[in-house]
């Protein structure tokens, strides 16, 4: 059996989607920004929060977990810079309870959501897992710290883990009965849609003067269930002891500017954006492309869905979404 940690959010519930295919699971999640309706009926779901030991010994006692996955964060960088507390708290601090628990369990399969903020501004084209990590908001330092206890605790207690990096991850499900659901929703793609359905005003693009060939910053924009199948990869390889501690990088090596994101979106949906230009946000890198070739070489994993398909399947989600 399988714990995955922040099960209701969007993430954890596609990677719910593929596991219970497989594995049975137990989804932890406190709904702060997770939704109930997106959690598989196949999986038990428990409302508990991973800071709380109670809800933890409970689950870890009733159920055989064998691996745990952790979703459960905060990732808003400009909201972790406002309140870096509730960032460290949560990020850092509940994590170690987790690690704590599982750890007091005998549990030591474990695989972490991590980002591209713990790489800050890069100075290369393609960052690749030893590119330097040097995060620049207190978001990217609370995923960076993680992964340096995960070290520590593979070296010390066996712990035996796998951290993601994901850099930006976008779509939905296939059936368009899950999707990306967020209050406030900061994301790109999601707020295009949102305008081309006629939710919102306009699209502001934060910033035209980046040194990018259109102005426009640059993103790797991965499928969510290209996203949920390289964790059953990892999960895999963790339990069958082909890996002990690894970093992999979670992206489609192509980045696409704003403008051109907002251009698929018109050619995709045939419904024409209102755009304006605006200031640039504070804390956004012009360009953030992977290189998953390490990934590819050890796991066999790629992504499989493009830009456009990305943006087809979000499209189904925003015209009917349910929660
Ligand atoms: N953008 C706009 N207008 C908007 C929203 C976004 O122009 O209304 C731009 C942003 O400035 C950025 C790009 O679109 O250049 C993508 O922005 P998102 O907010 O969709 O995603 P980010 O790249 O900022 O964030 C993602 C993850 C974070 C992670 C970060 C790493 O969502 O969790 O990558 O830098 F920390």
Redesign the pocket.
Known sequence: MILVVGGAGYIGSHLVKELVEKEKVVVLDNLSTGHRAAVDSRAIFVEGDLGNEEDLQMIFKSYPIKAVMHFAAY???GESVIDPLKYYQNNVASTLTLLKIMLKNNVKNFIFSS???TYGIPDVELIDETSATKPI?P??HSKLMVEQILADFSTSYGLQYVVLR?????GAHQSAAIGESHNPE????P?ILQQLLGQREK?????SDYDTEDG????DYIHVTDLATAHIRALEALLTGKKEAEIYNLGNGLGYS?KE?IETCEKVTGVKANVEM?D??AG??AR?VASSKKIFEELGWKAERNLERIIADAWKWHQNQTY
């Open positions: 990732s808003l960088v980002t591209a903020a908001n978001y990217g994901y850099f930006n991850a976008a900061t994301h790109l793609i707020i699209i502001s693009v934060f910033g426009t910053c640059i993103r704003v994101v605006a640039r946000r956004d890198p953030l």
